[in-house]
């Protein structure tokens, strides 16, 4: 019997303060490593990160629901 294979992935937004284009390409090298290896430490996994001057994207499985660093507030 085939079995079946699905993945649910949190898609987190990151924003500069007050939508600000601080990041630079020559920043973003650095800064999306760094951010890796906070998620690391978190025990967690990073499926992708990216994004543009003024805000990032990652990607992380359903799993790091829970984890300290997914925390919603205002």
Do not use: N
């Not at 987190?12 to 601080?22: C, L, M, N």
């Not at 990160?49 to 805000?55: A, K, L, N, S, T």
């Not at 990607?59 to 790091?64: E, K, Q, R, S, V």
């Amino acid at each position: 019997m085939p079995g079946t294979y699905s993945q649910i992935l949190l898609h987190i937004v990151f924003s500069t303060k007050h939508r600000e284009p601080w990041i630079k390409p020559e920043s973003a090298e650095r800064l999306y490593p760094y951010i890796g290896g906070i998620v690391r430490a978190e025990k967690g996994v990073l499926c992708g990160i990216g994004g543009v001057e003024d805000h990032v994207h990652m990607y992380l499985p359903d799993a790091h629901r829970e984890s300290p660093f997914v925390e919603v507030g205002a």
